[in-house]
């Protein structure tokens, strides 16, 4: 079974940077659009940032995190990175990874047509 799991979830100050990772085991994560995103209390779920396959690697945003987050491969450690700096209160949410077969999924507006989610991680801003 396909499984994606996140970490790097943390509570911390407004301006701090964190790292969030989405792990794959047992498939190549490098043939898989990945996407994450996130979902605030109250809210609906948001689409953050994605990348396109390891062939093509286009990268995409949400105009809240463009210049703050940036989105990364590690195909050595099939893995795909977030780093988000400059952090807002706004931001706080939980952080989800999910992988799509497709390549288009990030280029749709929502990232839509991902089909492994992992199971999130919480990222809180507060001073």
């Known amino acids: 079974q396909l499984q994606l799991v996140e970490s790097g979830g943390d509570l911390l100050q407004p301006g701090g940077s964190l790292r969030l990772s989405c792990a794959a085991s047992?498939?190549?994560?490098?043939?898989?659009?990945v996407g994450w995103f996130r979902q605030a209390p109250g809210k609906e779920r948001e689409g953050v940032s994605c990348i396109k396959s390891r062939s093509d690697g286009s990268t995409y945003y949400v105009d809240s995190v463009k210049g703050r987050f940036t989105i990364t491969r590690d195909s050595g450690k099939n893995m795909v990175y977030l780093q988000m700096n400059s952090l807002k209160p706004e931001d706080t949410a939980v952080y989800y990874c999910a992988a799509s077969e497709t390549d288009s999924s990030c280029s749709d507006p929502v990232y839509s047509g991902m089909n492994v989610w992992g199971k999130g991680t919480l990222v809180a801003v507060s001073s």
């Open positions: 047992g498939w190549d994560l490098d043939y898989y659009a």
